[in-house]
């Protein structure tokens, strides 16, 4: 494979030329400390900033190492269609885990991943469309929201987006009252059955992986927990 731009990404001029690339800013640890296979040695006299600056620097190095996993997989793949199984099976890294991170990669080109955030951020929004992950990374970078408090916003907007959905269904409107029949026929006694996309699926398929959880079980899960917290909004006090 000949040298060329990582994940399509290509810096231009006004004038349409390619502009050289700045060098990035390399990731790494404060050397006063020696860094082990198995661990980390400190100078028997360290700073508190020169500490905090430490533990910032592996935070990053941990968050961007599911970047690096993920291009690392998706330029194997790429580059040696025969071999790359064979590199991953003498390291101790899981081709699946690998995958999942791979997946996220390629959902977002360079450009498009943001510094600011972890790769959870990004893992969370995923399965969106472009226009809709750009949506709410820019939320959760301007209001400074966690990985969770993303998850419990795109929840709550999921939620407004099925309210809007019954309504249409109690005015009877095509595609939603489909929806409504498919979800009833099983009965109230039988399996549930679920009408989904393929956006959705492989969101809550990612979801379930990355919390080392089957999908049944992830979904069963993921309805408890928000029925627990529903019933106990509406439960009296006192």
Request: net charge positive.
């Amino acid at each position: 494979m000949t040298g060329g731009p990582v994940n399509g990404l290509v810096r231009k001029t006004h004038n349409g030329e390619p502009r050289p690339e700045a060098t990035p800013q390399r990731l790494g640890i404060d050397r006063s400390v020696v860094t082990r296979r198995t661990g980390l040695q400190f100078p028997n006299q360290l700073s508190y900033p020169a500490w905090e600056r430490i533990g910032k620097q592996i935070s990053l190095i941990c968050d961007s190492s599911s970047w690096w996993l993920g291009d690392w997989l998706i330029y194997g793949e790429q580059a040696y269609t025969d071999r790359y199984r064979m590199a991953i099976e003498q390291t101790s890294l899981d081709y699946q885990t690998l995958r999942n991170y791979a997946w996220v990669a390629r959902r977002f080109s360079l450009s498009r991943r943001r510094d600011k955030l972890s790769f959870a951020h990004h893992a969370e929004v995923a399965a969106l469309s472009e226009e809709d992950q750009d949506l709410w990374l820019r939320r959760a970078e301007h209001f400074g929201w966690s990985r969770n408090r993303l998850r419990r916003e795109l929840r709550g907007s999921a939620r407004i987006a099925a309210a809007g959905e019954a309504r249409q269904v109690e005015e009877g409107n095509g595609e939603p009252r489909k929806r409504a029949r498919a979800a009833r026929a099983a009965g109230p006694d039988g399996d549930v059955q679920l009408t989904y996309s393929q956006e959705q699926l492989e969101r809550w398929k990612l979801a379930a992986s990355l919390q080392n959880s089957d999908l049944v079980n992830w979904m069963v899960e993921a309805l408890e927990s928000i029925a627990q917290e529903v019933i106990g909004q509406k439960q009296p006090v006192g």
